[in-house]
């Protein structure tokens, strides 16, 4: 399951149909599987708190900027539709670097 944390958080980016609903289940289901959460059912606040003392600063900023990004959007109705790609990438890379010291 933590070998194949990351393949799977990379597949589920490439194939949800709304990354501002799907991005923080997706995000929460990658750590959980990396044995960083103790439980799937966690806000975004709890989650951030954790990941502060787990992960570096950057790679924190980063994940917790998509995270605030996906929270605003997921209850609006604004369609970011061309950040889509942007987005997915920006998430397929900081994991990456988590994935080696998680």
Do not use: C, M, P, W
């Not at 589920?12 to 059912?41: A, V």
């Amino acid at each position: 399951k933590v070998n194949s944390a990351l393949s799977n958080a990379i597949k589920s980016l490439e194939s949800t149909n709304s990354i501002y609903f799907d991005g923080t289940k997706i995000i929460i289901r990658y750590f959980y599987e990396k044995n960083i959460l103790s439980t799937k059912n966690i806000d975004i606040s709890s989650l951030k708190n954790i990941l502060r003392q787990k992960i570096n600063k950057n790679d924190f900023d980063i994940i917790s900027g998509h995270l605030d990004d996906f929270q605003a959007k997921s209850y609006s109705q604004l369609k970011g539709d061309k950040d889509v790609k942007t987005i997915v990438s920006s998430l397929k890379i900081v994991l990456n670097k988590v994935d080696i010291y998680v």
